[in-house]
């Protein structure tokens, strides 16, 4: 073991409660969530569709591999790499950090997604077979999902060349299987390229909404024109990585950047995971068209916009309350004094549940299923899987508030009971 990591050793709370099952966890999450990866794609493209159908789906061997996708895998990498080093968008300071400093940003994502977006128009205008993403998800997420085991190891190992200020405090057990899954240390990079807030937004989330266009080829192929089901879908879907971009910034404050370490868990979640199960419902479609009435689709519309006005406007109200509690849009909801000198919301859209932003986020999750109708479950896999990973993320976020705000976190809690779902949890 290195000095840094003996010395670290006396500093950091070496009992810190294990997560997500601990060492168990650790070695079981890795094996499993890849082959529910394979199991999902596999189960939206079966004319069954049953995520309970016995045999599995599984594929054919020829069926894990085409050449094309480690290509278009690393071609796409390649592309958000330079992308993120364009002098374009502003640049910005994260969070202070342990030893006092602060590091620098570029706030270019959204740039990165227009700048796709021309590209695959300009490949489709030169008849680029985009449908042909349909065949290849397999393949793609086979590879995605070889580059996460690879690039966490890499990860690991270099973390031991860290300074111990530059480790996460969860993920330094000196379990090697748990601090691998966990990530060891919080901001690896090589030069200014930041490598988790790359990952974090750009691959995996504009990789999402390319696959499901993917998909919408590929149903014009079959069908001659893109189903109101299907357009529905992507553009909902479009919408909420379009402005997980618009507001790239913001991620600099959440969990994920300030306090995790970069290990397995963000490394697949956010290049294998995201892109090839949050939009499973544009696979199901292709194989599984849906017919919609308007009215059908406005109900939908509507639930969508319902869900991602809440969504939007309490982060951007919590966003504006940490940035500058003097901002006049937030200066007069009621707040109360914590230890830290740091203040916490207790009327707005925070005084309303204690996770706003989880409850608008589950609702545009049940919007993105609906339009895939009610005789399948697995459409709803993902609005399921949300609805079980933010109530584990809010109790997360809770202890960590506690430990934090003590006896005030105590006071908001009373004076705001629900977590998510008013009058519910
Ligand atoms: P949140 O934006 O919910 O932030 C939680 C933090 O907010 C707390 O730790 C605390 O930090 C601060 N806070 C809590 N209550 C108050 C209050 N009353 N007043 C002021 N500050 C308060 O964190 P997340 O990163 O979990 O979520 C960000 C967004 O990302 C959400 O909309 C979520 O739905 C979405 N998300 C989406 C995922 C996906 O896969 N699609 C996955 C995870 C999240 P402090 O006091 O230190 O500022």
Redesign the pocket.
């Known amino acids: 073991m290195r000095p840094s990591s003996q010395a670290l050793k006396h500093k950091l709370p070496h009992d810190t409660e294990r997560e997500f099952g601990g060492t168990l966890g650790a070695v079981c999450i890795p094996v499993f969530l890849p082959l529910t990866v394979l199991f999902l794609i596999c189960v939206s493209r079966s004319p069954e569709a049953g995520v309970l159908q016995w045999p599995p789906p599984l594929p054919s061997k020829d069926q894990l591999w085409d050449p094309v996708a480690p290509t278009v895998l690393l071609g796409w990498m390649t592309l958000h790499s330079l992308l993120y080093f364009t002098p374009l968008g502003k640049v910005s300071e994260g969070l202070v950090l342990r030893d006092g400093s602060r590091l620098k940003y570029p706030i270019n994502g959204f740039h990165a997604l227009c700048i796709s977006g021309v590209l695959l128009m300009l490949l489709l205008g030169l008849g680029a077979p985009m449908g042909y993403l349909f065949e290849l998800l397999v393949p793609l997420a086979v590879c995605a999902i070889a580059v996460s085991f690879l690039f966490s190891v890499y990860l690991y190992i270099r973390s031991f060349w860290a300074p111990s200020h530059a480790l996460a405090l969860g993920g330094n057990t000196g379990n090697p299987l748990y601090d691998f899954f966990i990530g060891r240390e919080l901001n690896p990079r090589i030069g200014s390229f930041d490598l988790k807030y790359f990952c974090e937004l750009r691959p995996g989330l504009i990789g999402w909404v390319v696959i499901n266009l993917g998909m919408l080829m590929k149903e014009v192929e079959l069908r001659g024109s893109p189903s109101l089901a299907m357009i529905l879908v992507n553009s909902f879907q479009l919408l909420?990585v379009a402005d997980a971009l618009w507001n790239e910034e913001?991620v600099l404050?959440?969990?994920?950047i300030v306090h995790d370490g970069f290990g397995f868990m963000l490394v697949f979640?956010d290049l294998a995971w995201?892109p090839f199960t949050?939009g499973l419902q544009a696979a199901f479609l292709v194989v599984h068209p849906q017919t919609l009435t308007s009215l059908k689709a406005a109900a939908i519309v509507a639930l969508n916009g319902a869900g991602y006005y809440i969504?939007r406007k309490?982060?951007s109200q919590?966003n504006q309350?940490?940035r500058d509690p003097s901002h006049p849009s937030v200066a007069r909801l009621e707040?109360i004094a914590t230890a830290t000198g740091?203040?916490?919301?207790?009327s707005g859209w925070?005084?309303f549940v204690?996770?706003p932003?989880?409850l608008?986020?589950l609702l545009m999750a049940l919007a993105w299923s609906l339009p895939c109708g009610f005789s399948h479950l697995l459409p709803y896999f993902y609005v399921i899987y949300?609805t079980v990973?933010?109530i584990h993320?809010?109790d997360r976020?809770e202890r960590?508030?506690k430990a934090?705000?003590g006896p005030a976190w105590d006071t908001?809690c009373r004076r705001?009971p629900y977590r998510i779902f008013p009058y519910i949890y």
């Open positions: 909420y913001a404050t959440t969990m994920d979640g995201v949050y969504f309490s982060n919590k309350f940490r707040t740091k203040r916490l919301l207790v925070w005084g204690r996770h932003n989880y608008g986020d949300f990973l933010l993320r809010e976020d960590q508030c934090k705000y908001y705001v």
